[in-house]
């Protein structure tokens, strides 16, 4: 008798919503669970190339903590295609001018680089303040420092 590894369909995939405070959380840490959450690592049917994931809404992402000396020292570039058009901004900047790219920026880096990983990133909400339009999906409040 042979035994059939489950593969899931698009199709049937159920999705959560789940709810993070980011208040005093390391960047990095928050990062890795919430994009683990995204790819549907999480659940017992994960299968790669279908996007088995959670829509995740983040609140207080202005509040999120970074070590060391990064609020100085960590930059984040982007360049315009034009010679000279490098752009570097700080992390203290980006607080202050988008605090919710900070955490958009190291999810993405953490899930796959191709489209079903540009799906998974729309799945993601963020909010620097403590509301978001979201209640009616009735998000789970999710600790993301407990283990799943």
Same mark, same amino acid.
């Given at each position: 008798?042979? #035994?059939? @590894? ?10 959560? !919503?789940? #709810? ?5 959380? #390391? ?10 959450? /995204?790819?549907? +690592?999480?659940?017992?049917?994960? @299968?790669?190339?279908?996007? @088995? ?13 970074? @070590?060391?000396? +990064? !609020? ?15 752009? #570097? ?5 980006? /607080? =202050? ?13 953490? *899930? ?7 799906? =998974?990133? +729309? +799945? *993601? ?11 009616? =999906? =009735? ?5 993301? /420092?407990?283990?799943?």
């Amino acid at each position: 008798m042979r #035994v059939k @590894t489950y593969m899931a369909k698009p199709g049937e995939v159920e999705r959560d !919503w789940y #709810v993070v405070d980011a208040k005093d959380r #390391v960047l990095g840490r928050l990062a890795s669970k919430i994009s683990m959450i /995204l790819m549907g +690592k999480h659940k017992p049917h994960y @299968t790669p190339h279908v996007d @088995t994931g959670d829509f995740v809404v983040v609140v207080n992402a202005s509040r999120v903590r970074l @070590t060391g000396r +990064k !609020w100085e020292q960590k930059c984040y570039y982007r360049h315009s295609g034009h010679p000279g058009g490098l752009k #570097v901004r700080r992390a203290k900047e980006m /607080l =202050q001018r988008k605090p919710e790219e900070i955490l958009k920026h190291a999810v993405r880096g953490m *899930l796959p680089k191709n489209h079903l990983g540009r799906k =998974q990133l +729309k +799945k *993601l909400k963020i909010y620097p303040g403590e509301s978001h339009p979201h209640r009616a =999906q =009735q998000p789970v409040k999710l600790d993301p /420092l407990r283990r799943r």
